[in-house]
């Protein structure tokens, strides 16, 4: 016997989509694995810090493969708000950068880009220190 779904049953929506691909994204950090965490990043991307932006996934991948270093994640993120175009192919997070203490130490800023049917990447991204 096939049951169908409720009709009730909502799809997520695109916002819901970006807050999963962000934490995702984080959770990529905490688990060590920098092949997931490159997953989540555009061919065309720039990540900015450092001297000078990273642009391109390979670029992003060799500036950020020191964080993956060690058994201990260096920092971890959570996003707190998501804002997603009318068009639904282009979105911003943000949220608070912890150390590994949980401290907050800086907001960072993400613009992910829909790539493909249920694939979020992520085409900008900057974190900023807390003010005082």
Do not use: C, H
């Not at 020191?66 to 949220?95: I, K, Q």
């Not at 203490?101 to 974190?127: H, M, Q, T, Y």
């Amino acid at each position: 016997m096939i049951l169908a779904l409720s009709a009730s049953v909502q799809a997520a929506s695109p916002q819901d989509d970006v807050f999963a691909a962000e934490r995702a994204f984080a959770a990529s950090m905490a688990r060590r694995d920098l092949k997931a965490f490159g997953e989540s990043v555009s061919d065309e991307a720039v990540f900015f810090g450092g001297k000078a932006p990273l642009r391109g996934r390979a670029a992003v991948l060799q500036g950020w493969a020191g964080y993956f270093e060690g058994a201990r994640a260096p920092f971890s993120w959570e996003p707190d708000a998501v804002e997603v175009l009318a068009s639904g192919s282009l979105a911003l997070s943000t949220g608070l950068v912890r150390d590994p203490d949980g401290r907050p130490i800086a907001r960072f800023n993400s613009i992910w880009r829909l790539e493909g049917p249920g694939r979020w990447r992520i085409v900008f991204d900057k974190g900023q220190p807390l003010e005082d």
